[in-house]
């Protein structure tokens, strides 16, 4: 069944073409279609298109699918394009012409765009929640190992001194970032683009605040043509604050590898959360970490691939939005899926004892102790000079004793004041 069917057969090629894997990605979306139909079915019988038992038919027979989505018994087969079609049929079996009066005033198009809205704003609020979860994580691993010195790197090359509390907060800390940015996305999708209809709106005395209030967006799309523009639009946003994310994880999971390595040695993980090789027995492998840095990576493609699908398309709908679905809804859960198990696995870390009096952090505090001799009435720039000409000379002895002071600092991380600033969930949502 097709929506758009007009009793015209069309080639299996084409047919094949055009539709895809529509059907296996609708299956995120299904719940969502039944929800706004419902919605929407409610609209109709306001302004008097159904009457109050054709209104309790359809919302009978819409709850029956919403229960068989959420068994996993609902099946969208062959012989359907994709969900929309799948649920009007089995309405219309069920109900007669009573389930054919469901698509009036309105297109598969904004019906596409509203199901994508909700199912967006409530993967972005299970994505939040993870992220929060996530940043506990870390900000609880900083304040365990809060004294536990850190050599810190510029250039790859040891520069300052650093440590773990310092390190795992600032990747929490870092998270906020995301957060703020995926806050910003879930503000373009919380407005309601039903009754865009074709793009081009209804004829219909159809009442777009009602259907707002009823599925609890924040807003409407008010214009029509800028509600079905907003396809594309919604993704190219999600996609890029999907990628700062995973820009974030990706560093972090770097790190991770860098640190495991027996060159580093700071760290290390339970055997049951490393791999070994066909022919090392020593080998203990971060493949988890690889992994979760290689996922990010390709999500933070997904940015410039929404972009390209979309950027020289004129007003109005166009069949490419279709390949915008599958790979943002991917990504999505797969940002669930990294965030999950980068949470499981982080909380079992095993911070090592770093012996800083080793012959490489030898020049780790020369800094500290540049500024304890301007600290005494000598100028930055002769400080530096005088423990620079030690170093060249080999006569620099460190002394690791002095403290930082300021937030924010080795000796004062501040955790509180970054757990108070994590944003909150909306409270409508």
Request: proline share 2%; net charge negative; glycine share 6%.
């Amino acid at each position: 069944m097709k929506l758009w069917d007009k009793g015209i057969s069309i080639d299996k090629k084409i047919e094949q073409f055009t539709v895809g894997n529509d059907r296996e990605i609708d299956m995120h979306i299904a719940k969502y279609d039944v929800q706004a139909s419902s919605a929407h079915a409610k609209m109709l019988h306001k302004i008097g298109v159904i009457n109050a038992e054709e209104l309790q038919k359809l919302e009978a027979g819409l709850e029956v699918l919403r229960l068989q989505i959420e068994s996993g018994t609902f099946k969208i087969e062959d012989q359907f394009e994709d969900v929309h079609s799948k649920i009007e049929f089995e309405l219309t079996n069920e109900l007669g012409e009573t389930g054919k009066k469901i698509h009036t005033a309105r297109s598969r198009n904004d019906q596409v765009l509203v199901a994508l809205h909700l199912y967006y704003k409530e993967e972005l609020n299970s994505i939040h929640t993870k992220i929060e979860s996530f940043f506990d994580t870390l900000l609880n691993l900083a304040n365990t190992h809060k004294s536990q010195l850190l050599p810190g790197y510029t250039h790859l090359q040891v520069a300052m001194p650093s440590s773990f509390g310092l390190w795992f907060s600032a990747y929490a800390e870092l998270l906020i970032d995301d957060v703020y940015m995926l806050k910003a996305v879930s503000n373009i999708v919380d407005q309601n683009p039903l009754g865009s209809a074709a793009g081009y709106g209804s004829s219909f005395p159809i009442d777009r605040d009602l259907t707002t209030e009823l599925l609890d967006f924040a807003d409407l799309k008010y214009n029509v043509v800028a509600a079905q523009m907003s396809r594309g639009k919604s993704e190219r946003s999600m996609a890029s604050a999907l990628g700062g994310l995973c820009n974030t994880l990706s560093r972090f999971a770097m790190d991770i590898c860098v640190y495991m390595s027996q060159n580093f040695g700071f760290i290390s993980f339970p055997d049951a959360l490393t791999t070994g090789s066909s022919i090392m027995p020593h080998k203990k492998n971060p493949d988890v970490f690889e992994l979760i840095r290689g996922k990010c990576n390709k999500i933070q493609a997904l940015s410039t691939e929404m972009v390209l699908i979309t950027n020289n398309l004129p007003s109005g709908y166009h069949r490419d939005y279709q390949l915008l679905k599958e790979n943002m809804i991917n990504a999505i859960e797969d940002v669930k899926t990294i965030l999950d198990i980068f949470n499981f696995a982080i909380a079992q870390i095993e911070v090592k004892d770093i012996d800083l009096n080793d012959e490489k952090y030898q020049y780790l505090f020369t800094v500290d102790n540049m500024n304890t001799l301007v600290e005494g009435g000598m100028s930055f720039r002769e400080a530096y000079q005088v423990i620079g000409k030690k170093v060249e000379e080999g006569s620099y002895e460190p002394d690791s004793s002095k403290q930082h002071t300021h937030i924010g600092s080795i000796h004062n991380l501040g955790l509180d004041k970054i757990k108070n600033k994590f944003p909150k969930q909306k409270e409508h949502q």
